[in-house]
């Protein structure tokens, strides 16, 4: 089992960045894909970005293509989510998930956090 920590999220202004974390512990790190979901108010939870923690292999959907960066540090057991160009409708929950297959689907990932809030306005 593993458990994961999100951090990084906040009030940013349209055009901005921010820098989403997410620690694991309790398990392996290297086993897991790492995925990055969002959840607005109203709307499903919608997966972004996925990265597989052994190889560095990455999937985004298209809607944050280009703007989006998943990366990992194993050192650190982090996996971060770095967001530029952010846009109003990026306004969301952000959660990280561990599971071990890519891709968007949350029914592929067993281990969630508990989310960190990304408003984007100004």
């Known amino acids: 089992e593993v458990q994961l920590v999100e951090s990084g999220g906040g009030l940013v202004q349209p055009g901005g960045s921010l820098r989403l974390s997410c620690e694991a512990s309790?398990?392996?790190?290297?086993?897991?894909?790492i995925g990055w979901f969002r959840q607005a108010p109203g709307k499903k939870r919608e997966g972004i970005a996925s990265?597989?923690?052994?190889?560095?292999?990455?999937y985004y959907v298209n809607s944050v293509k280009g703007r989006f960066t998943i990366s990992s540090d194993n050192a650190k057991n982090t996996v971060y989510l770095r967001m530029n160009s952010l846009k109003p409708e990026d306004t969301a929950v952000y959660y990280c998930?561990?599971?071990?297959?890519?891709?968007?689907?949350?029914?592929?990932?067993?281990?969630w956090g508990q989310g960190t809030q990304v408003t984007v306005s100004s």
């Open positions: 990265i597989s923690v052994s190889d560095g292999a990455t």
């Open positions: 309790g398990s392996t790190f290297d086993y897991y894909v």
């Open positions: 998930a561990a599971g071990f297959a890519l891709g968007d689907v949350p029914s592929l990932y067993n281990y």
